[in-house]
């Protein structure tokens, strides 16, 4: 058993998804990684061949089998449960209004209906003092050609916000927003065009995942226990600049 | 004219979504008309003073307000949301200034007071 306990994390595989498992490794939890991927598998051996504590759960999240399944996996570690991190996500980008149904749709399942899913299934499971941190976006303040992932982001803050207040003291909730940081999408964009949107940035750099990572870190510790229903933009300042 | 579309409570996830997808497909079909919308929101729920469903529905409505000024910012759409106090309803004043077209878009019009004092997303 670990000292800090066990930590789902969903999205394990995906681009912030890695280093957030790496850096809650460093910090000490045991790891079960939930990722629709199946190189989830090959990540969780990867950190057991470190010597870190690590199980997959190849899951959909969107279906009752699949949070059956994160469940059981949980319960079998036999490591309280202390930290959910809700990281899954998806973009289905367009305009207004030549969006599908069907994009809004996916990315409302994905980024809002699965988390809430997952984390009321856990709720029974929390160790007393635990901890739920979910990943909105700076997004969710407003952005262009993304409608779904918006109202995606914008209700997980609110699905977060009662949370914590339906689950205090048990268990606190909280949510990290994310600006502009280096992952595998913004290192896809034009060099011009991510130098454009760093400029816009009052930090001057853009976001390392080391620096989301951190947050998650922050939220879910102690240091952090008397922090519930709130969000911290990781953003460099640009939630405020023009 | 205005569209306007009121938050219910939430029976359970299905209807969160139904919710957020069927405030989507009437603001557009609104803007697409030229018109102005207005979403009613329960105060308390984006404060997640409910259910987590509640508070998804309204936040979520939030951002799908925030989203569609963002985009139409330049374009002229306009859309705000009114929130009320539980029991409460939506003051005419205040969805008139709402709909009314002009600078006023993505914004919040509190109609009570149970906001005041609470970190407003």
């Not at chain 2, 469903?53 to 951002?63: Q, R």
Request: proline letters at 4%.
């Amino acid at each position: 058993m670990t000292a800090r306990g066990l930590a789902v994390i969903t999205g394990a595989s995906g681009g912030l998804g890695v280093p957030i498992v790496r850096r809650l490794a460093d910090a000490g939890y045991a790891l079960a990684l939930v990722d629709m991927n199946p190189a989830v598998e090959e990540l969780a051996a990867t950190l057991r061949q470190e010597g870190i504590s690590a199980s997959a759960i190849v899951a959909n999240l969107s279906e009752d089998a699949g949070i059956a399944s994160v469940v059981a996996g949980v319960r079998a570690a036999g490591t309280p449960l202390t930290l959910l991190v809700n990281n899954a996500g998806i973009t289905r980008d367009a305009r207004l209004q030549k969006m599908e149904v069907a994009q809004f749709d996916q990315v409302i399942e994905v980024n809002l209906l699965a988390a809430m899913r997952l984390t009321q299934g856990l709720e029974d499971v929390f160790a007393d003092g635990a901890s739920v941190v979910s990943m909105s976006s700076r997004a969710a303040l407003g952005n262009f050609g993304q409608a779904n992932y918006v109202t995606s982001k914008s209700a997980l803050i609110g699905f977060t916000r009662a949370l914590a207040q339906r689950w205090a003291p048990r268990v606190r909730a909280n949510v990290v927003s994310p600006g502009l940081v280096d992952t595998p999408m913004t290192q896809a964009m034009p060099e011009e065009v991510l130098a454009k949107l760093v400029e816009k940035v009052p930090a001057a750099r853009i976001g390392t995942p080391l620096d989301v990572a951190n947050a998650v870190v922050f939220l879910a510790s102690d240091e952090a226990s008397y922090i519930t229903g709130q969000v911290i933009t990781v953003c460099g300042g640009r939630s405020l600049a023009p | 004219m205005s569209i306007i579309i009121e938050q219910r409570p939430a029976s359970g996830l299905t209807d969160v979504a139904d919710q957020l997808r069927d405030a989507f497909l009437r603001a557009r079909e609104a803007i697409d008309a030229s018109e102005t919308v207005i979403i009613i929101a329960q105060a308390p729920d984006l404060l997640g003073q409910g259910t987590v469903e509640d508070a998804a529905v309204a936040t979520g409505l939030l951002g799908l307000m925030r989203a569609i000024t963002f985009e139409g910012a330049s374009k002229g759409w306009q859309i705000n949301m009114v929130a009320v106090d539980s029991g409460t309803e939506a003051p005419a004043e205040i969805l008139a200034m709402a709909g009314q077209p002009g600078p006023l878009k993505g914004q919040v019009l509190n109609a009570g007071t149970g906001h005041m004092g609470k970190v407003i997303p």
